[in-house]
């Protein structure tokens, strides 16, 4: 199960079921880099024709390298 929680103006949480992950995808700017920062980005599996995404950004360099050993 990944958990992914966010927040801009409101918080959102989104549980994601580790079989439904299609995609997992780490990237990281020139301004994350100087700030050893990356944004992560989860594309699940969903009954019509293309996938949801959800992302986090500005996680830790470890932390975002962790979560794609899932």
Do not use: C, W
């Amino acid at each position: 199960m990944l958990i992914m929680q966010s927040r801009f103006i409101a918080r959102t949480i989104v549980f994601i079921p580790k079989k439904r992950i299609q995609y997992l995808e780490l990237r990281q700017s020139p301004f994350q880099r100087r700030s050893d920062l990356v944004t992560i980005q989860a594309t699940v599996a969903s009954n019509g024709q293309s996938g949801s995404s959800f992302r986090v950004k500005h996680m830790g360099n470890e932390d975002g390298s962790r979560l794609l050993l899932l």
